[in-house]
Structures are given as C-alpha cells and as structure tokens.
C-alpha cells in the first residue's frame, strides 16, 4: 500500500503571498506546523508570477488545469506548462504522488475565512465537513459555472481551496497568516483522524451553493461605470434582498437588485475578478445531510484502498 | 498676466485606480466637479503601468522627477520619460503651464484622508494649511530622507500629494472614490478662494514631521522573517510608545519599540513599500504657527505676481 501524501499549494497567484510567507517560515523551523507524520509536499503554485509581483504570467493558473490543455506541455504559454508540470510532479500517478491538494488563497473580499469545494466531489464534501465541524467555516460549492473551469484541485482525486480575506494583493497581514496557519492545522489533524479512523463526521453541512455571478455597471463603450455600493462592500455572506443597493453611479444613482429571489452574495469587489466581468458572485444557503458515501470515499482514498 | 492653470494626477501609480476612475467618469460629464473656473488639466500619470495593472513599469514615477535625470528624455526607461514628459507638457515653463500639481494617490495603509507636503514650502504649506482648517485632514511632511527623493510636486511651484486608504492596489472602493472627489472640490474651491482673496487661514496648523523609516525584521540571509504586529496593523497616526508592539514571528516572538521617544507611525504595512524597506513610518506630531510669508507665497503664486 502506498503511503497518503498530501500536496500543499500557496501562490497558485503570485500576488496572494501570505500563504507563501507562511511556508518560508515553515522551511526554516519545520516543527512550526504539526503534520501528523503525513508526508506533504509545499510548492509555490507560481513561481514566475510570484516574482513579477503579478497574479499571473500569461493566464490565471487556477484556470489552467483543464486536461485538453496538458498535451501542451512544452507551450510557450507559462501557466499551461506549469499547470502540467504541477501534475506530473504531484499528481495521483505523478512522481510524488499526492492524493490530496490543498490549494491556499486570499481575496481583497471581506470572506473571513472560508473553503471553495469544486463540483459535488464525494471525498471533498467530506473534508469539509470535518472542517466546518470543527471551525465552523462556510463552503462555497462553485458549480455549474461554464466560463470558469481548469481549477488546480480538480486535478488532484480530493482537493479544497481556502479562502481568507480581505487583504490587499501583495501585502502581508497578521490576521491572514494566522488564520491560514490554523486552517492549515486543522486540515492536517483531520486528515490524520481520517487515516486512524477517528473521526466525527456531523451529520448536516451547510453549502453556499453558487447560483451566478454579476457584472459591474458598464456604459455604451462597455467601461464599468459604477462600483460596489457603500451599504454591500464588506458585506460577504449577507443576504441580499429585492430592492437592496447593489452599485452606486457618481452621479447618485443607486442601482439596485430587482429579482424576486434573495441570495447570499460572495467576492463582493474582488481585485482579480474584474478582468472576468465579476462584481460579486450569487449562492443559495442550503442545509445538507452528510451522505454516509462521502465518508466512505474520503476513508478509502486516505487509505490508498 | 497668465492665467492660473492646475494639474490634478491619477494614477501616478499604475495600480491605484480610484482617482484614475473619478478622472474617467469626470470626463463623461463635465459637472461632476466643479473647479469655479479655474483651468485644469487631468491625466494619468502612468498609463503604461496602468495598462499592466502594476505600480510602474521600469522606476517609480514618484521617485523619478530628479532634475539630472530629465536630460535623459529619450532614456529607454518608461518612467524617466515620463517624468520628463510630464514636466514638458504642464511644467511651469511647459507647453500648457500649471503653477500648481494635486497628485491623488491611494494607501494599502489605514491612513484615512491625507496630505503629504514634501521639504518646507511656503505655498504648500499654506495650501495644505486651508484644506486642514476646512476637512480637519492630517500634514504629514516629508523631508530630510535621503533615500526617497524626486517626487512629482516637486517639479511644481506647488503642489500637495493626496493619499487615501485603505485600499487594496487594483481595487475600486465606494468610501475611496467618495473621499478623493471631497479632497479634490475641497482643493479647488480653497484655490478658487485664494483667486478671490477670499481666504480664511488658520492660526495653526498641525504636522506630523517624518523622522525615520523603519524596515521588517530579517534573518540572516535578509529575507523578511517577521510582520506587523496585529495591535500595530491599522493604527496609523496613533502614538507609538516604548515597549509597544512592533512585529511579530511566526514562532510567536514578539519585537517592541524599545526606544525612549515616542513617535506617531505613519504608512504601517503599506504594500508598495516593502520593496523599499520600510515597514513603516515615524513622525513627530507638531503644532506650528502659520506664517504670514506662507499666505503671501501662495497668494503670489496664484496671482502670477
């Protein structure tokens, strides 16, 4: 039986750097996080990118891991080789084969702390789960999302994103790199009571399931012409109602949410999003049961059965 | 007698946007702000940086107005160019002469709204002196850093940096573009008083005086191995006092202000200053007496005497 190996992944874009920072301190004293004796593999996701000070190169890496894309390893395209590179490296028959990703982010969103599941992944669900058991995080579900796709986790057979913010791109907080610092912890120890069998699964979840994302404002020209209005910015996780304030124009016009339907708004004002038409994004609150299938394919992929 | 021209600056960093959109949305209607009549020119100060969504693209432009390098102005470096460029174009000898340069600039920092005066002149510090009677905004005057010189107002008879933050680089915020269209009417309506004559200067003005900079702590190799301490984070302009905490390290070590003078930091965790050592600023807070040579500077200068 081969042994779990787990990747760990900061700077998957090169300017959310406290993830980074933490594993720099963490090569240089290595009992700073306590791993269990799980064999894990840190890597800075983009290297390159992390240099020029830049989310990315030439494309975002977190959209780059899309299995039609691999064929073109050598591709003068930076993101693309390295998305292969990462798998080749660490992916499930790559040279260090690694079961788990963890892939660690930050937002300019007001997020706190959170983990961004990809589609409805069996072993996924059940990783968060234990998580928001023990800290109480909200999950994103991101699905059903045609023109985002090529997450890094995806690649991986179990694999979950964390979400901290809001910080700026490029600076370093101490609020940040503690909570990164404690939710990778909590990883590691879940993960270890997955491999002893000791674990407390609750027996709901609840799921920020993503409906749509909205764009900015934008005139004839196809400019953004409002932002965030002042009662929303911050207010990640909060409900939006029909009539509340969505943008502000300078001129004083408030545009605001008209649907019939509320939702629970995320990556309200993401830096990194304008570029993809996103001004924040819609989900809908659900309350889960935990499916006894999920345990079971979290316990059989730890244990390599 | 020349008329009074103003040259208002956004974007003299290519990643701090919010005065840079106010400028855009200005120029679709003309009302927006109202400038009692006074000539103004707006521009971008670094369109290629802004392009790349960076600070700049070769040298700070806020560090690039250094009159032994305006003989350069064919210098393949983008931001000397520029520099000399500006100076061509709105200079006080330039082809549309501005007599007074306003540079919007926005912080990683908690600064709130500010002005920075750089060295000691009189019709900047009468200006900064009317804004501070009517908005309240702190003085931060920058002098005596050896290290950190050729600044855009310099290379105008007058001229005042407005900073604001915080705000993430890249990141358009409500409160951000609110405050910078206030600090900009507040600007043009005092100059616009000071035209008239009509002028109600304070007995006093308050300063914080820049005293030093300090950097990160590193480790031996000099790489930063330690970050703002959380009570420090966000508290700017708030008195630092011996024993305070300064920084801390990942293995929960905490450095203090040891020293015996109390200071007022300024610019704590600013993002774009980590690649220039400084962690933060310390200023001296000072009460001054306005000068009566101040108010006849500024008067003569908006005169064209």
Redesign the interface.
Known sequence: MMQLQVLLVAGTHGNEINGI??F??WN??SL?INTHGIKTFKVIGNPEAKKA??RYIHNDLNRSFQKELFLSINSSNFERSRASELVNLYGEKGENPCQIALDFHTT?ASMGSCLVVYGRREADLALASLIQNQLGLPIYLHEADQKQTGFLVESWPCGLVVEIG??????????I??QT?LILEALMEQIHQVKNLNLFFPDKLIIHRHIKSIDFPR?KEG???G????LR?SKDWQKLNKKDELF????GEIIRFEEDESYIPVFI?E??Y?EKNIAMSFTKRELWNLKKEWKQSLIELVHQK
């Open positions: 920072w933490l720099d301190e240089k004293s700073l000070g830049k300019t809001p910080v700026g791109q490029g600076l370093l907080n101490s609020r790199i503690s610092k005139d400019n953004i012409d932002y965030v209005h002042s910015q502000c124009k300078l001129n004002n830096a990194a304008v």
